[in-house]
């Protein structure tokens, strides 16, 4: 029976790879940041990590499948799926500040992420998990927070998408302010669901499709006795485009999808 920690020390080595790059072009001009077509920000740094996983993993395990965010590999009928985001919070780390993170997720025939690793090479954090096994950060077991109820939680919201039914960006947060929810928006959805995960934060809104800012969280966060979900409290695969996410401690999941039920949130990628 496979634990993956081979697999687990794999994603490791290669997040520190990742942070090193990282780190090599955080406020260098060399970094190149252009905008892709939908409008995103892209840099070398993730050009030049997402090609080494890809170098990599492809020669470590080829049998596996490899989704990035900027170049993917894909094998029909792989039993596994590696899901990386080279740099997640491209935009902050484009801008000089440090909200960023490499984040690399194994998923298996399911769609469920069976191992997950985050790291943040600007304050050296490396959350993991494997399924089954709990979750870490630097080697220290991690937890979600206990709080039952949404005033006075931290909830992050991110990439939220305009649609035509006329909900904004700002929705989401006008009716959480009013019950007391203390929301923000850092811009780096990875690391966000890693401060749910470690009990700094209650939960994140994540709205957008790509699987890979939450594949990696959604072993992380459950294996740290949190709950992750489409937008609509529904499970999901992670090796193919998703429905948003909610990310939480698991005693507000409930609290957060009704009060998104309660604004009639539509995304135009459902």
């Given at each position: 029976m496979n634990n993956f920690q081979y697999e687990l020390e794999l994603a490791k080595r290669l997040a520190k790879d990742a942070g090193d790059i990282m780190l090599n072009y955080f406020?260098?001009?060399?970094?190149?940041?252009?905008?892709?077509?939908?409008?995103?920000?892209?840099?070398?740094?993730?050009?030049?990590?997402?090609?080494?996983?890809?170098?990599?993993?492809?020669?470590?395990?080829?049998?596996?499948?490899?989704?990035?965010?900027?170049?993917?590999?894909?094998?029909?009928?792989?039993e596994f799926t590696w899901v990386c985001d080279p740099v997640d919070g491209t935009m902050p780390f484009a801008k000089g500040m440090p909200i960023s993170s490499f984040s690399l997720a194994l998923v298996n025939d399911r769609g469920e992420s069976v191992v997950g690793v985050v790291y943040d090479p600007f304050y050296d954090r490396l959350f993991e998990a494997v399924i089954g096994n709990g979750a870490f950060l630097n080697g220290r077991k991690i937890h979600v927070s206990e709080k039952s109820d949404l005033d006075g939680a931290y909830i992050d919201e991110e990439l939220w998408i305009n649609d035509d039914e006329g909900v904004t960006f700002d929705d989401p947060k006008d009716a959480f302010n009013k019950l007391g929810v203390k929301i923000t928006t850092q811009c780096s959805s990875v690391i966000m669901g890693c401060l749910v995960a470690s009990g700094a934060y209650e939960g994140l809104i994540?709205?957008?499709?790509?699987?890979?800012?939450?594949?990696?969280?959604?072993?992380?966060?459950?294996?740290?006795?949190?709950?992750?979900?489409?937008?609509?409290?529904?499970?999901?695969?992670?090796?193919?485009?998703?429905?948003?996410?909610?990310?939480?401690?698991?005693?507000?999941?409930?609290?957060?999808?009704d009060v998104l039920k309660s604004i009639n949130y539509t995304s135009k990628y459902m």
């Open positions: 406020n260098s001009a060399a970094a190149n940041p252009t905008t892709k077509p939908d409008r995103t920000i892209v840099t070398q740094a993730d050009t030049e990590i997402n090609a080494h996983i890809i170098k990599v993993l492809t020669k470590e395990t080829p049998g596996y499948s490899i989704w990035g965010e900027e170049q993917s590999k894909i094998i029909d009928g792989s994540f709205g957008q499709g790509k699987p890979e800012d939450i594949a990696a969280l959604a072993v992380i966060v459950p294996e740290a006795g949190g709950k992750v979900t489409d937008l609509f409290g529904k499970q999901q695969r992670y090796d193919t485009n998703i429905h948003g996410a909610i990310v939480s401690n698991s005693n507000v999941h409930a609290a957060i999808r």
